[in-house]
T-cell receptor, first 112, second 118 residues
């Protein structure tokens, strides 16, 4: 069973609208949680990295939240643009060098 | 360029052949990672190089897979006797710290090599 679950699997929204993507994890102990954006045919690009002590971090129109107690994270996208259409991947690292768990991603489509 | 460069971008080969995939990390990055991404699946960790330490090979799926990193820079992932299930996008990433997955430094990914086994 994957230790990082993302929801929804896919999402379609209209340009200009906001949306929130979810990431629940069971990785323990926990080191950090990352959100990546992956455009079709490209490598993932880092959006945010959050440690245990951080509960919110922003990168432009992207805001990630983290609740380490409930092991939940969200990525909120404000005023969506067509270029936001991509897969968003949540990655959770434990405290050992080979302990990194990837979510299957949420496929976001922004329509005009 | 300044980013991670991977070659070839696409590779089509027959089952049973050997393939070599190349990764040029960002200059000065000491950590290098290889991942595999199958269609509709999440990323799968393969191998991790950190500085001059022995690589973490725990993610390699079989002994047909191997990787090396020469001079702390360029890395080559080799798949011997390819099978159809090896078809996937192989992604390389580098980062500027040696703390591996615990690092708070971002990983910079290349655009991958799309490998198709006929």
């Amino acid at each position: 069973k994957n230790q990082v679950e993302q929801s929804p699997q896919s999402l379609i929204i209209l340009e200009g609208k906001n949306c929130t993507l979810q990431c629940n994890y069971t990785v323990s102990p926990f080191s950090n949680l990352r959100w990546y954006k992956q455009d079709t045919g490209r490598g993932p690009v880092s959006l945010t990295i959050m440690t245990f002590s951080e509960n919110t971090k922003s990168n432009g129109r992207y805001t990630a939240t983290l609740d380490a107690d409930t092991k939940q994270s969200s990525l909120h996208i404000t005023a969506s643009q067509l270029s936001d259409s991509a897969s968003y991947i949540c990655v959770v690292s434990g405290d050992r060098n080979n302990d990194m768990r990837f979510g299957a991603g949420t496929r976001l489509t922004v329509k005009p | 360029g300044a980013g991670v460069s991977q070659s070839p971008s696409n590779k089509v080969t027959e089952k049973g052949k050997d393939v070599e995939l190349r990764c040029d990390p960002i200059s000065g990055h000491t950590a290098l990672y290889w991942y595999r991404q199958s269609l509709g699946q999440g990323l799968e960790f393969l191998i991790y190089f950190q500085g001059n330490s022995a690589p973490d090979k725990s993610g390699l799926p079989s002994d047909r897979f191997s990787a090396e990193r020469t001079g702390g820079s360029v890395s080559t992932l080799t798949i011997q006797r390819t099978q159809q299930e090896d078809s996937a996008v192989y992604l390389c990433a580098s980062s500027s710290r040696d703390r591996g997955f615990r690092s708070n430094q971002p990983q910079h990914f290349g655009d991958g090599t799309r490998l198709s086994i006929l």
